[in-house]
Every structure is written in C-alpha cells, then in structure tokens.
C-alpha cells in the first residue's frame, strides 16, 4: 500500500491559520533537499566551512513561492474568491496559476514583458491562466494589480496576501529539523523581500519555542542594479539579469530590516557578475543547477567571507530559491561553447573530443 501523503499544511498544522474542516489545495510542495557542499569550501579557500544548499528548485513548480501559495491558493478557495491575480517575475505567477488549476479558480498573471524566463512563462501558459505582458516593470505591474483587485474584487495572491509568508516559514521548519539546529547562517536572495522575512519568521518561531537555542543571523542579497534596501530609497528603474529579483520597491522592506537586524545579519548586494560566478560554481562543482537569481545566495556568502564578515568555520545554509530548467538560455548565453553538429563517424567524434 502507498504510504500517506503529508501535505506540508498538514505537516506543520498546528503553526498555520487552518482548521480541520479546512480543504488543503497541495501538489506535494515542501520537503526539498538540504544538500551539503562537498567541494566548494575547498575551492573557495575556506575548507572549514559547513555549506549547505536548500534545493527550493525541487518545489513541484520549481520554486519556494509554492510553500506559500499552497496556503494562499486553499484560503482563496475557503473564503470562495472568484479568482485570484499576481504580477510576478516569473514564480509567482507559475505557481499561483498551478494552483490555481488544481483548485479550479481563475488565475490572472501580469508580467514584466521582456524580463521573464523562457520557462516561467510556459508554465503560465501550460497551466491555463489569463497572461498579460505589461509594457513595465515588476512594480508598475503590482501597483496596477492592487488597484484592479479592488476594482474587480479577485484575490492577490503575491506576498501582500499575509498567508504566503506564513507557508513560505515553513522552509526554516525544515532546515531546523534536518540539521537539527539552527545554523549559524541563512544567506537568501532579496527581491520583493518575502522570503527573508519568512524564514526569519519560522527560526524565530522555533527558537522562543525552544526548539533551537539560537536563531541564524539573516543575511540578505539583493542584485547591485536593483538594490533599494541596501542603498535606502526606492529604485525606480531597476536592472539586473538576475530577473527574479529586479524588484525596485520591495513590499516587506520593513520586515525584512528588522529580520537582518534583529538576527545580527545585514542586507547587502552583489553584481551580475558575482551572481554569475556563483551560478556557474553551483553547476560545475556541485552538480546543482538553479535560476542565476538563486545564486546571489551564494554570491554574497563568498563576499562575506571574503569580507571577513562571516567566518570561515561558520555553519552556513544558502537557499537556492528557483530551478535552474527555468531560464535555458543563460547558461549557452554566458558560456563558450561549441554547439555545431559533428559528422556521424568515429574518426570524426574522437577528433573533436581530444582523444
Ligand atoms: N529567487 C527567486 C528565484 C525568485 O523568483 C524570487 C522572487 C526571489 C528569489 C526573491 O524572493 O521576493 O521573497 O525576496 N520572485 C518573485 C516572483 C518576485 O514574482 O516570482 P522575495
């Protein structure tokens, strides 16, 4: 017989705004891998480290956003929306339109036109929600979808909606109960400012309740070109081929403050070209394929060490937010490589491989 399936609303019921009678909307999200770096402490010159990878990309659409939509997406149902809307980079919107398929709701998705993976905007489509492609940034676009649920009476289903950090929590439940500590470390990418928060939200959660003698300090990373916490004041043009994160106005910059703060951590950010350093170390030295906006985890892990800022002996989780598969072209676009066809012939293919 098949063993029970444990949603991950059922599996930490008791710290969630659900009750019994509540109908969980779940595709199985949750209870992605802690993977331990075997190799990049090494390479990075800080062999003591204790790294580990939080594959958020194994989610079932591919991102940690479907922790928090499970609950948004079955409270949309319980309070009988009509519909629900996001804009979104890219992950909201896939996973709210999933959901919003397994749920039966109507699902509308505003993207920046210009600025979402390949892979992001197939699953919009593939999923069946309503796609619009704005002719603006990420900010413009939520800005204009506050104004039509409240004109047209759907459900915002981004991280305004207080049940999406409150499931996206759920991943520091994790990493406690597969480390059996907190770590000492969280190193997270920054962008609309909800995860931080989040994760900030379960450690703490866990450590009052005594679960964990400590909490790790929180250390944020926002893209170089798109980074308004860290420089203070709204960017309104922001830029960064780390597109999930091209965020110029975050929505829970308060929160997340007080997350870096509280915790003894610190946001700060790292350029296109630290991100993709640390994307390509993620795939050739660990096997780890994710979205180049996921690696500014790593990134700025390697700029606080480098800094001194975080010590090298330290115990360090870097939250890869988003998978890979979902942007194809970056990595052909930033490697060399030779893609030309080969004649079918021994002599031929030997050539080309050195032997
Ligand atoms: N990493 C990825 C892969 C993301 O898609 C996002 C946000 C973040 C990190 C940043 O998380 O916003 O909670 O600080 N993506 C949103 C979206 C904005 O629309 O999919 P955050």
Known sequence: MAAEIVSLIDKYREFLPVDLNTKIVSLGEGDTPLVKATSLPAALGFPKLNLYFKLEGLNPTGSFKDRGMTLAITKAVEDKATGVICASTGNTSASAAAFSAKAGLACFVLLPYGYVALGKVAQAIHYGAKLIQVKGNFDRALELVKEISADCGVTIV???????????????????????????????????????????RGFKLFHELGRTPSAPKMH???????????????????????TAIRIGNPVSWKEADLAAKESGGKIDCVTDEEILDAYKWLGAKEGVFCEPSSAASLAGLIKHLKEGIIPGDAEVVCVLTGNGLKDPETPQKINAVNLDPVEADLSALKKVMGF
């Open 158 to 200: 981004n991280s305004l909606n207080p049940f999406r950090l409150e499931g996206q929590k759920t991943a520091a439940f994790e990493v406690v109960e597969e480390l059996g500590n907190a770590p000492d470390y969280l190193c997270i990418p920054v962008g609309n400012a909800g995860n931080i928060s989040a994760y900030r």
């Open 220 to 242: 944020g990373f926002e893209a170089a070109g798109s980074a308004p916490m860290v420089h203070g004041k709204i960017v309104e043009n922001p830029e960064t081929l780390a």
